[in-house]
């Protein structure tokens, strides 16, 4: 087997040695294997001691202080503003704010931009394959204001039916939000395409980057999108943290978002004056901490190279793939691996979804069952429920493997009948 | 794309053998024991009662389970008939098939005295506070269904008889 072993992009085993938690056993002495990583990902001790440094030599609130440890905490958090700047590459740091997840960020466009600019008859054009998140905040809107949903459909094999998109764009539609892969199919959409569609209708883009920045390189200029936003937690860093990028224009025209401390120029008893970018949408303390922690992670990633993590994590899919078809009565769901990112979902004939995870765990799997907050995909689908294998460059295809062979055991189990 | 990083060979003969399948534990907090999988794979009652004066169906939205029950209660509160139906895992659909086998010639006043504790305990296997929810829905369907009278209230339904649906069989 060894010498038909594939040359990996990276090393996951030395990678490994820098996230402790990686080493744990667990139950009868099993080892981890942790393939939950589209919920969250796990941390280096990198990142997790640039929190204890933070905390223990250079904690103050940001922006605030005329004190040198206020200095030393703002410069820290504006670092990391550049940093997520030059990851995402960014036209300028006022266009990149801190929010507190993926979540955050799209209810923060929802509620200003959408408000200021969505009318009753409008349109926002989403698709069959959203998460809850990229969902909710939308139909919330339309719901006030009188705005139409619409769907670009998934094809069975679960990816976008763009041949769709002309006819479901037209005058009225003013937004269009969609995500860059699917936290359950894990296909990867063709982002720069649905952009170009739709700004020649005149539509603005979102795009719901949370399963994509952490999995593969990302220019914002490059893919041309009006707002792209994701979370720290699912890219090595803290949770509480997260990013929306915006158009400078747009950003600029749009009205805050939540009021309060930093987000003012000038405050009187009963009006305000909002601040420049990217304070205008950064109300209160920041997530000063997660943010810094989110530097690091960021750091990290760069060494690693996100053009070797995804080419690694195609080399994971494709195994898993591979093993799983192999094991009888598994029906995967979404794309050929060469369409997907690190995730791969499946049902197990017979088998719920839920008692499936439960077996794993026993094996010291760690998978993530249920809906995954895309219950109109599942319907879609036909499926009440299914069960996600999801990836980072820490995995190893002996992991992938051992999935596969946990998976028989799991049907041994429930066929002794 | 290997152009960026060094190279690294996967050899797996070589590396430690970090990965090896445990043989599952077989004592009373084991999950999936015996008697678990018998009530799933062999279910006491599973389809609708013939003359059902009540019946109840709820659902957990966030795992699809699914358990509807049917009771035929006489005058006297007792149960002469109880069937139950549904879709989900394991533990939902055995705890329904155990709480419908417990309470077949029983009486209305003993499904109210049988609070969430009882239904645990009659289950037997330890369960965390996430499966507790799977194995409390028919136990939550049964305390609704009591005081769920049906319209047809006692008269056979029209194609009711023992379901052929099997559990846990999504197409």
């Given at each position: 087997m060894s010498t038909l072993a594939p040359v990996l992009p990276l090393d996951p085993q030395t990678l490994r040695a820098d996230f402790p938690i990686l080493a744990i056993r667990l139950h009868d002495d099993v080892p981890l294997v942790y393939l939950d990583n589209a919920a969250t990902t796990q941390r280096p001790r990198q990142v997790i001691q640039s929190l204890v440094d933070v905390y223990e030599k250079q904690y103050a609130n940001v922006h605030r202080g005329i004190h040198w440890l206020s200095d030393q905490s703002t410069d820290l958090f504006e670092e990391t503003r550049e940093k997520v700047r030059a990851f995402i590459n960014a036209p300028a740091r006022e266009q990149v704010i801190f929010t507190y997840g993926t979540t955050e960020g799209i209810n923060l466009v929802a509620r200003s931009w959408g408000v200021a600019n969505i009318k009753a008859g409008d349109e926002i054009l989403l698709t069959e394959m959203e998460h809850h998140s990229n969902l909710v905040p939308w139909q919330q809107l339309a719901q006030e204001r009188g705005a139409v949903l619409r769907h670009i459909p998934i094809t069975d094999d679960g990816q976008l039916a763009l041949e769709r998109m002309p006819e479901l764009l037209n005058e009225r539609t003013k937004l269009v939000a969609v995500c860059h892969v699917s936290n359950v199919l894990g296909t990867i959409n063709p982002i720069a395409e649905i952009v170009r569609q739709a700004h020649a209708a005149g539509a603005v883009v979102l795009v719901d980057a949370a399963q994509s920045v952490p999995h593969m390189p990302t220019d914002v200029q490059a893919l041309d999108v009006d707002f792209l936003a994701f979370s720290g937690h699912k890219m090595l860093g803290p949770s509480g943290v997260g990013i929306l990028y915006g158009r400078r224009e747009l950003l600029e025209a749009m009205p805050p978002f939540l009021g309060g401390g930093?987000?003012?120029r000038r405050v009187k008893l009963d009006s305000f004056e909002p601040a420049e970018l990217p304070a205008k949408f950064e109300a209160g303390t920041p997530p000063i901490v997660p943010a810094i922690g989110l530097g690091a992670a960021i750091d990290y990633l760069n060494a690693i190279g996100l053009e070797n993590i995804h080419a690694y994590e195609q080399i994971l899919t494709a195994r898993a793939h591979q093993v799983l078809e192999a094991v009888g009565g598994v029906r995967l769901l979404g794309p050929a691996p060469e369409h997907k990112g690190g995730i791969v979902s499946f049902t197990l004939e017979g088998i719920h979804a839920h008692d499936v995870a439960q077996l794993l765990d026993r094996q010291g799997i760690a998978v993530r069952a249920g809906h995954h907050c895309a219950m109109p995909l599942h319907k879609r689908l036909g499926k009440n429920a299914s069960v996600r294998a999801s990836f980072y460059f820490y995995n190893t295809l002996a992991e992938v493997e051992l999935l596969a062979t946990a998976l028989a055991e799991t049907k041994r189990i429930f066929r002794k009948k | 794309m290997a152009a960026a990083a060094p190279a690294a060979r996967a050899d797996f003969a070589a590396a430690p053998r970090l990965f090896r399948l445990q043989t599952m534990p077989r004592d009373e907090d084991e999950l999936y024991q015996e008697h678990i999988l018998e009530h799933y794979e062999d279910p006491y009652h599973r389809g609708h009662a013939p003359h059902a004066t009540h019946a109840h169906e709820d659902d957990n939205p966030l795992c699809g389970d699914v358990v509807e029950i049917d009771l035929a209660v006489d005058?006297?509160?007792?149960?002469d008939e109880i069937y139950f139906d549904g879709d989900g895992c394991c533990i939902s659909q055995a705890a329904a098939s155990m709480l419908v086998e417990h309470f077949d010639q029983k009486s209305v006043d003993d499904v109210k005295r049988f609070n969430a504790e009882d239904m645990l305990r009659l289950f037997g296997a330890k369960l965390t506070p996430n499966r507790q929810k799977c194995c409390l829905l028919s136990w939550r369907v049964l305390q609704a269904a009591i005081y769920s009278p049906v319209p047809n209230n006692g008269q056979p339904k029209l194609g009711a008889q023992q379901s052929p649906a099997r559990p846990g069989k999504d197409d």
């Open positions: 930093s987000m003012i | 005058p006297q509160g007792k149960i």
